[in-house]
């Protein structure tokens, strides 16, 4: 059996009813999403993130790297090849301009000074000859010469006198004569020796033995006797030394004899006899040509020796030229030069520092052999400088005389202050780069040469300039633009860009500072396009949806008919 309903239920019911389709109108309106259609794709909002953009200093710094290197660096080397005295220094010895480095051994480089003062006197001596013209005593024989020349063409014209043809007579009878004496000795060597000769050296041996031994008595005899004068007894002394000379000839041609002729004696003596041949031919021609009439050719030969004499006089009155006297000067002068060398040379025997430094290498110690490709230490000036290589787009930004800063591995975090010090004046023609000079303050003395290390240079800045994340930044068209978020819209600007760095730009126009601009999900924009902000996304300072307590905001608690209805909230409002 069914209870009766209770009448205040009954009415709660009939009221129920009759207000749901209200409480759908109103839904609808507000955008329930139970009761509202799907949106069309021309009204989607499109989910962005944004930044406000701000005002604040920004600078463009440029970033380069190189080594740093001393100003001044030498190799300390000699001028010449030599030994090493003593090395007066070592690595890491600092140095004054003109303190001693190196002592080189000087006896060689002595040495060539005087072989280089030789020269010159060899050279002055020249120069003085020449200046000094003939000398007296050859023109007097080259005179002597001529006069003898023509002499002689004379007789040849004249032809010859009784006197030269008997001269020529007596000279080819005395060449016969002596001919046959040559022919004889060889005859003699030729044949055996036969008994006489043998006797007959045995009585030349024995008469010379003889003459020895009365030399010998007569020689005591005169020297035993005090009362004799010395020069008797030398005159007796020197009796007997003949006699010992005549001895010993006598005993060789015995022994010559007694062995027969040697071959070697043999050959000599056919020797004299073609020599007395030729001499006997040439007396012979000699008569024969004076007995003749002179030829035309005897005169011409005759006038050809007067010719060469007389050039040879003029030769020798004027011996030398102003071209002799040039070269020798000329020769003089480069001795005198390598004198100076060599004096330079053994001047350098203390090798100096020519500059305030530090030694940073030493190659070669005391008792080395050294030369001028050799070198023996390596000096370098205390001041440093770092070369960096700036392009040819940004060379315009770097003054010299501008403060820049550098950091170098070693010491972490901390900077050094330094200056440009020059710019090279022409580009690298591969790399197009210039060659820019920084000048580090070390005042602190912790930079050394090979350190690695980065420079940055400040080239332009603003205090209060409109800065705009380069997040944000879309290229359209060639032109860069940002798209201004506000009222849910999307509004593309164009940029003017003035400086940047890694982050941010200066928007010299287009944006103002407290704008909100869209830094992800801008991309696909269009100007116009509706936007939403993504949850999270909302920067500090930006527009924000109203909260409870500000105009406009529902109060806390409160329930609408429809809520109450269907015990939950209100649905979100589409942005």
């Not at 209870?3 to 749901?20: C, D, G, H």
């Not at 100003?71 to 003109?98: F, N």
């Not at 010992?244 to 020797?271: C, M």
Request: glycine share 6%; charged share 20%; hydrophobic share 45%.
């Amino acid at each position: 059996m069914r209870l009766p309903m209770p009448r205040w239920y009954v009415f709660a019911l009939a009221s129920l009813i009759l207000t749901a389709p209200a409480c759908n109108q109103i839904q609808g309106i507000a955008g329930a999403p139970a009761a509202a259609s799907p949106p069309s794709q021309a009204t989607r909002a499109v989910t962005v993130s944004v930044q406000p953009v701000r005002q604040g200093p920004i600078s463009l710094v440029l970033t380069y790297s190189g080594t740093i290197q001393p100003i001044q660096q030498l190799s300390i080397a000699p001028r010449t090849a030599g030994r090493i005295e003593k090395v007066h220094v070592d690595v890491g010895s600092v140095v004054k301009a003109g303190d001693k480095l190196v002592t080189l051994d000087k006896v060689l480089l002595e040495a060539s000074v005087r072989q280089a003062e030789a020269g010159v006197a060899v050279a002055q001596a020249r120069v003085d000859t020449i200046k000094g013209g003939p000398r007296a005593e050859d023109i007097a024989q080259a005179e002597a010469a001529v006069a003898s020349a023509k002499a002689r063409l004379q007789q040849v014209k004249n032809g010859p006198t009784t006197a030269d043809i008997e001269a020529a007579d007596a000279a080819v009878a005395a060449a016969q004569l002596a001919l046959q004496r040559a022919q004889t000795d060889l005859l003699k060597l030729q044949r055996a020796p036969t008994a006489d000769d043998l006797r007959a050296a045995q009585l030349k041996l024995d008469g010379a033995k003889n003459s020895l031994y009365a030399a010998q008595t007569s020689r005591d005899g005169v020297c035993g006797n005090s009362r004799n004068p010395q020069y008797q007894c030398d005159a007796a002394n020197a009796s007997v030394a003949k006699s010992e000379t005549d001895l010993a000839s006598a005993q060789r041609d015995y022994d010559n004899v007694k062995a027969g002729a040697k071959p070697e004696d043999i050959a000599v003596a056919e020797t004299a006899v073609k020599n007395a041949q030729e001499a006997l031919q040439s007396a012979q021609a000699k008569l024969n040509q004076l007995r003749s009439q002179p030829t035309a050719e005897d005169i011409a030969i005759a006038q050809a020796a007067v010719t060469v004499a007389e050039s040879q006089l003029a030769a020798k009155k004027n011996p030398y030229t102003a071209n002799d006297l040039q070269t020798a000067q000329a020769q003089l002068a480069q001795a005198q030069a390598a004198l100076d060398s060599a004096r330079a040379q053994l001047a350098e025997v203390n090798m100096v520092a020519p500059f305030d430094g530090v030694i940073l290498a030493k190659f070669l110690g005391d008792g080395a052999l050294t030369s001028t490709q050799s070198p023996i230490l390596t000096l370098a000036s205390p001041q440093i400088e770092l070369g960096i290589a700036v392009e040819e787009t940004r060379i315009s930004l770097v003054q010299p005389g501008q403060k820049v800063s550098l950091s170098v591995p070693a010491y972490p975090g901390q900077l050094f202050q330094a200056t440009i010090a020059s710019i090279a004046p022409s580009a690298d023609s591969k790399t197009h780069t210039f060659v820019v000079k920084v000048a580090p303050d070390d005042s602190g003395g912790k930079l050394r040469p090979g350190m690695f290390a980065e420079v940055k240079i400040t080239a332009a800045e603003q205090a209060n300039a409109i800065l705009v994340s380069k997040e944000a930044i879309v290229d359209r068209a060639g032109k860069s633009v940002v798209f201004v978020v506000a009222d849910g819209k999307a509004s593309m600007r164009e940029l003017k860009i003035g400086l940047s760095d890694d982050v941010q730009v200066q928007a010299v126009s287009g944006v103002s500072a407290g704008e909100l601009v869209a830094v992800a999900g801008q991309a696909s924009l269009n100007d116009g396009d509706t936007v939403r902000i993504a949850a999270g996304a909302q920067p500090a300072g930006g527009q924000q949806p109203a909260q409870p307590g500000q105009p406009g905001a529902k109060p806390q608690g409160a329930t609408t008919p429809c809520a109450q209805q269907s015990g939950g909230t209100p649905g979100p409002t589409r942005q």
